[in-house]
């Protein structure tokens, strides 16, 4: 406690503004427990940026915290290209304080010498990684907490690709951050250096995401969706992204259009939750619309339904989504030829049907860590080869390489024109996807999160993870466990013979068992919340799409099984 009192005080100087002090004085004499949960740890500037709660303390997000991982970034800026002509583009979300906290960021800048690009309004995070390119940019960053809670922040870093910050660079940075002190922040903006931006860049991106996300679907003037900004960055692009392509109509959510950073209609903005699209679907219901699209604060993910076989609004999830999405930019691939070098990309913890899609195509199929960073990393990685498209289980995708991360605004185009072609002829969006199971492989994953807070719940979650890995079980719903697979140590053993084959990523803290029928199980602690995640996949073969309710049922009862196995359930 004394080390945390001592780091308190430290905040008490006169280089923090009066109310700060004022606020750390009145911890310090009346609130222990709020302190120690403020102060116990620095926020740390992470493998892609930083998220946490806002407020006063080292252990917040709050214009000291972000400055100092901001002079960092500057001084490494600095080093690895010298100090002439330098640019960097910044973003804001819809968030409490993000637009206030993007003018410190690019005064920060600023005052290093840095030439600031900083949108005048809020924007979405497509489109910072886009404008990092367009406007010639050594780094971009966003101000966001993706679909955290209202009282969360942060920023994330990309770098002159317009992809997140990776190895080796996102390491230097940190060394260079966690090498200053507080002290060090440059706070003295030179005004000259900011430049505000906005409709040039908008207009840039919009052309290029109807260019890259529209395929003359037929159907369009039949078609009708149900969009939701859930009070996000969306709405300033994706509507005008489907008038351009076409699209009349859209109905809005209007009760969700505006941007809120209290999120006031939903317990999460996350279409990951079934809950943040029940207002969407409700009138989806009500004006017999084909499909519903709804995305987070910062517009990376979205959610989607559609009508399933019994004429209900259904959501389909993020491997179901990524599935169909792949499919049908492979199929125009084809169409024109494939050359040889095309790929699709998906992670670790999402659906292994990527892969057996990407065998039946002919193209290479690559596997990452989970974050998109990793799949921007190999588009930079590999220049000759052509990213086709890919995404992740977590409701993100990507089309094309234009943008270098998951990009809602051009993947809502895209899963318009698959369900309005669909429909033109006499299919449907979930038609399609069953179809897909007849010839892939009918997979079926689950995800089960736990949450554990503050410093005994990080704990905890480090025993869950430590327990799963040292007492590993034997088998998963009647089929041996065959393969388990360390990421820690890059290792993949096949417990049944022996053998150990080498895992060429990037080390995590993800073990994930494989058993004989091809059942997966994966682990991981998430990188910006206080949960640790299990993801499950299973898999049986489709011979034909009237079975699809009868499987579909099989594969839930052996996933309910497994759940309850490994007392998940």
């Not at 899609?357 to 860590?369: D, N, Q, R, S």
């Not at 990507?398 to 270098?404: A, E, H, K, S």
């Not at 033109?424 to 179809?435: M, V």
């Not at 590993?472 to 053998?499: C, F, M, Q, R």
């Amino acid at each position: 406690m004394d080390t945390i009192l001592n780091t308190a005080k430290s905040w008490l100087t006169d280089f923090f503004d009066p109310e700060v002090r004022k606020e750390v004085q009145n911890l310090i004499d009346n609130d222990t427990d709020e302190l120690k949960d403020r102060f116990y740890k620095q926020m740390e500037f992470g493998t892609g940026g930083m998220r946490g709660v806002m407020g006063v303390g080292t252990n917040r997000i709050n214009k000291y915290t972000l400055g100092k991982s901001t002079q960092g970034l500057s001084n490494y800026i600095i080093k690895t290209y010298g100090k002439k002509d330098l640019k960097v583009v910044i973003a804001f979300d819809c968030r409490h304080n993000s637009d206030t906290l993007a003018r410190t960021v690019a005064e920060v800048l600023s005052a290093n010498g840095i030439k600031v690009y900083l949108f005048s309004e809020l924007r979405t995070t497509p489109e910072l990684s886009f404008a990092v390119r367009h406007l010639e940019c050594h780094a971009g960053i966003v101000l966001t907490a993706s679909h955290n809670p209202p009282e969360y922040n942060g920023y994330k870093v990309y770098w002159t690709d317009g992809g997140q910050i990776v190895p080796p660079q996102d390491g230097e940075i940190i060394s260079e951050i966690n090498s200053l002190s507080f002290e060090d922040i440059k706070f003295e903006a030179n005004d000259s250096l900011i430049e505000i931006i906005d409709k040039d860049v908008d207009e840039a991106f919009i052309e290029a995401s109807v260019a890259k996300g529209s395929f003359n679907a037929a159907g369009k003037d039949d078609f009708k969706l149900v969009f939701t900004s859930l009070h996000g960055t969306s709405i300033t692009a994706i509507p005008e992204v489907l008038k351009r392509a076409g699209y009349k109509n859209v109905t809005i959510i209007e009760e969700q259009a505006k941007p809120n950073g209290d999120f006031p209609t939903v317990k999460s903005p996350n279409p990951e939750e079934p809950e943040a699209l029940s207002m969407a679907v409700t009138k989806a219901e009500e004006i017999g619309a084909d499909m519903v699209v709804g995305t987070d604060p910062d517009s990376d993910r979205l959610g989607i339904a559609v009508r399933n076989l019994d004429g209900e609004m259904e959501i389909v999830n993020g491997n179901q989504a990524m599935i169909l999405m792949t499919k049908f930019l492979l199929d125009q691939q084809k169409q024109k030829g494939f050359k040889g070098n095309e790929f699709i990309a998906t992670t670790i913890v999402s659906t292994p049907m990527m892969e057996a899609m990407a065998k039946a195509y002919g193209v290479e199929f690559k596997t990452a860590l989970t974050g998109f960073k990793w799949i921007g990393k190999m588009i930079k990685d590999f220049p000759e080869s052509n990213f086709i498209g890919g995404g992740e289980e977590s409701f993100g995708y990507m089309v094309g390489d234009f943008v270098r991360d998951k990009d809602a605004v051009t993947s809502t185009l895209l899963a318009c024109e698959i369900a309005a072609q669909a429909k033109a002829n006499g299919s449907s969006f979930y038609k399609q996807l069953i179809d897909c199971y007849v010839d892939y492989g009918f997979y079926k994953e689950k995800l089960i999160s736990i949450t554990k807070k503050g410093m005994s719940g990080a704990e905890e979650i480090k025993q869950m993870l430590k327990d799963f890995k040292e007492n590993p079980v034997s088998s998963v719903a009647g089929s041996k466990v065959k393969w388990i697979e360390d990421y820690n140590t890059s290792i993949a053993k096949n417990v049944l013979t022996g053998e150990e084959k080498a895992i060429d990523i990037p080390k995590s803290n993800v073990l994930i068992y494989e058993t004989e029928d091809g059942t997966r199980i994966a682990a991981r602690p998430s990188g910006t919340e206080p949960k640790v995640k299990f993801y499950i996949s299973t898999n049986t073969k489709l011979d034909k799409a009237e079975d699809f309710k009868k499987v579909s049922k099989e594969l839930d009862i052996k996933i309910q099984n497994i759940l309850r196995e490994l007392n998940l359930g």
